[in-house]
């Protein structure tokens, strides 16, 4: 089994499923979603993130960098990325963590050491360990893994996906897989294309694949102010929800911006730079809207 | 008035209070005793003064009382003002802006005063009232026959004529206020047994208030409430009260400690404490006496939602359900203003040092309030500066560095030195005892431990139970283990400095070495589930407790290590060098058992898996502060105490805040009337704390 670049193991989760749950984020996504939170993800190579508020100018990563990527300019700290291999010495000798690695190559049993870790928490709180990302699904054999490492192991698994991946790989996954969190960003097609860069006719298939298998969904909408915050994407959400049969709930994410300044530390140009994060209460409104729509559903805004 | 409205207008008139107020009527009394008291033989000098005290009280009564006992505050009189001890600690510009500059007679008067510090035999009072108490004094005196007996009894009985009367003077004004239960209560107790919950609880308050407020000291508890209780709820039960009716009666009583107000004291804090800033009035309940009680107290507390009393939870693996999810239910509503110990660990640590079964329940676990113990009598408290520990280990304080080989010998020195501090200080108070502390009296305080009273003896003069408590708080662990972790890499695995070279570095408190102090810094700590580092601590931890297992101490003496720190962290990190962890001089040294500032960084989850590495079982005590910025649900508070419990942890005590709403109650306080913080081993009131504890609380509270 190959190692997979791993940006983040974050122990005590309590909002990617149910209890207190590890959760590892995998770096690389087929989508490119406009406002996405975590771009650390997006790219599945180790990567470097630099923040310039950080930096006390002591030139030690000047020193170390084989190909002088770290350049001081009139007492500013250039870092030139286009050289850069993401050889780690940099952030190893930064006494501040201006420069820190986004991404590590970790094994199956690397990842699970740490998951592992908690296991009292997770059996007392029926929690566990969730993958997420990036995309798990991209790394579909990794990710297959560690799920049946961890349902070896007796702890509960979950995957936070965009479910945009082969028939295949959902098939392979599904039976590791104890609860799927699945993104559900638009709606409509063209605007999911213009969004994301793909259309969700495979998300949308995927999606009643794995609850035709009888696996339970949570259905998780981003609601991004001037994308897809319309009427007709609240119906769709609504449809589809009531369409599954073994969805737990719709969660509502409501829009924040700190994935602006992730872009900046990684030096990546940002296609929604809306700074202001959504008011929760307008959240909450459009909960309501979707509830007025399928009563039957239970529909819960993330804070 | 209906119920709820009842209790909500006297929870208000808590927060009415005046900074300035204190208890007016005691310190008129006492300003006009003196004079004359000064000529008084010494003996009954103190039962005089305490009778005459009672018999110049007032007997206030509001409408909406249900238990009665209150003292009046009000600004004190021209020409009074505060003490020699109010100035030191509220401060002079306070004191001149807040009071008369010119005072001929100061509050509060010393003339009258216990230390507190202790919790009364409840037990005793309920089933023999004063008289049954008085009855065995009697017979024990004439037992002894010795004149201190016989003087013993005296100032018995005017203590307990006076407390008779006053009751009385209570039970006229309650007839006239149409409160006939009252009346009724207070014409027999407390000189008589209770007869049933109210008139228990009445009997509880009303001598309690008296310790409190009259004699004048802070911090008594209410020990294993549930216990001596227990007797009247299941009496009640009996003659068909419901639960519910049950569980409002303990709201009246939960209420009324918050109304002992800190300026009518003799031991006084800062600032004003309104309410109760600095009276820590314990109350346990759960442990051993688990009953369906101990729900009902648990339910009342959390509605009353208040800091006082300080609610102390034992918890144990086979407690029933119910208890239990309440138990998590209580700590996720009200937060700081719970704390819960695992009492099997609890059990366990106290049996390995060797204390019999009533030892542990008379010892476990009142903050510094021990049952049937006068504080200074036989309990006394050491504070050990870890990390200061450290650097006498690595020849801070001397000429030159010692020579190691490795760090097993710096630890071994770090542990010698703890000996050679806890051996020194057992002496010290070896050498007092029968000395400074006979003084200490507490006439009122006599009467209400056993011991006491089966010898006719003060606290001071052998009346004290015969077992010697001794806590050692551990302070600063984290910051201790960290700098042995610096010590290791640098001089040890690296070898990129010696010994000598890192102590220069820190005696100039990293001046010219910024970045090895950033890289110091930034090393793996304590806290967050880091097997390496927290191998350091749990280094310590042991060297600490081998070092307690080996101090010579008296007979009947028990040591307690707790890794604890009181509100000494910012005190006793403000006169530290510099430490081999990256802090530099005067910085913060690390609060309880906690991480230091900042440096949790991988969550809940491996904070609590970090802490319970150390070896609590060798100790028993102390106290963990978990502060967590985002509510969480009862179930998933639940899983992770209970799991930390699992794992060997010991306490908990949960504060929901975040920096955001910290620095807006520091701007804006009137809004934040009500935010309380779990500050060192309790909840205060963090609008009403001093500014550098407010400062201390931001750094230590995560985003």
Known sequence: ?303 | MKLEERFSYLKNQFFENDDRACFIERERILARLDKKMATYYEYDREAKIFAEVLDGLSTPIDDQDFILGRMVEALPDPGMGPSKRIRYFYGEEACLRDYPKDTSVTFPNPLLYSFGHMCYNWEMLLTEGCSGILDRIEKNAKRKGDPLSQLYLLNAKMIIDAIRRFAMRYADAAEIKGMSRQAEALRRIPFEPAYDLFSALQSIWFIHMLASCVEGARDFAFGHFDKYIYPFYIQELENGTSREEIISMLRFFLLKPNEITGRAVYNIAEKKPIPCYNTKQYIIIGGAFQTDLSTDVLKAFTMNDMPEPVMTLFYQTEHDETFKAQIFESMNAVADKIQVYNYDLVRTAMEKRGMSEDQIDMITYSGCCSTEMSFYNTRNEYYLNIPKVVLGAIGVYDDKAPEYDNLEQILDRFGDLCYECFQEYINYIIRLYGKVYNRQRGVLDALFIANCVNECRYPGEGGAYPVKLYNFFLMGLATGANSIAGIDKLVFKEKRYTLEQLRQILLDNYEGNELLRLELKNMAKFGNDDDQADSYAVSVANAMFDAIDKVKKPDQAFIIGDIYSLDRSAIYGKDLEATPDGRHAGEYISENQSPSYGTSLEGATAELRSLAKLPFVRSGGGGYNLSLSKRIPTETLRALVESYFELGGLHVGLTYVNKEMLQDAMVNPEKYDDLTVRLYGYSEFFTKIPRWQQVEYLERTAK
């Not at chain 1, 959760?23 to 993800?41: R, S, Y």
């Not at chain 1, 698994?157 to 897989?177: R, Y």
């Open chain 1, 1 to 303: 089994m190959k190692d997979c670049v791993v940006f983040k193991i974050q122990r005590y989760c309590i909002d990617d499923g149910p209890g207190i749950r590890t959760t590892v984020f995998l770096k690389g996504c087929p989508l490119k979603c406009q406002w996405c939170h975590n771009p650390e993800g997006l790219s599945s190579h180790v990567q470097v993130t630099y923040d310039d508020a950080l930096c006390i100018g002591c030139r030690v990563c000047e020193s170390v960098c084989p190909n002088s990527c770290h350049v001081f300019k009139n007492g500013k700290h250039l870092f030139l990325r286009d050289d850069c291999i993401a050889c780690g010495k940099c952030a190893s000798v930064c006494p501040v963590k201006a420069l820190e690695m986004a991404g590590k190559r970790l094994s199956v049993g690397d990842v699970m050491k740490v998951v592992a870790r908690d296991v009292v928490f997770y059996r007392r709180s029926g929690g566990g360990m969730t993958l997420s990302g990036g995309e798990p699904l991209m790394h579909s054999d990794f990710s297959f893994e560690l799920c049946k490492a961890a349902k070896e192991m007796g702890i509960h698994t979950a995957v936070e996906t965009c479910c945009f991946s082969s028939m295949d790989v959902i098939e392979k996954m599904i039976p590791v897989v104890d609860l799927f969190l699945c993104d559900y960003k638009e709606t409509s097609t063209l605007l999911h294309k213009e969004f994301t860069g793909d259309g969700n006719e495979q998300i949308l298939k995927n999606i009643r694949r794995i609850d035709e298998a009888g696996k339970p969904i949570v259905l998780r909408c981003p609601l991004i102010p001037g994308r897809n915050m319309r009427p007709e994407h609240y119906l769709g959400i609504s449809t589809l929800a009531s369409n599954l049969k073994n969805l737990v709930r719709v969660e509502l994410e409501p829009y924040h911006s700190f994935g602006l300044l992730k872009r900046e530390k990684l030096g990546i140009s940002a296609d929604y730079s809306n700074t202001k994060s959504l008011e929760v209460e307008e959240a909450c409104k459009v909960a309501e809207e979707i509830r007025t729509l399928a009563s039957n559903i239970e529909v819960l805004v993330k804070r």
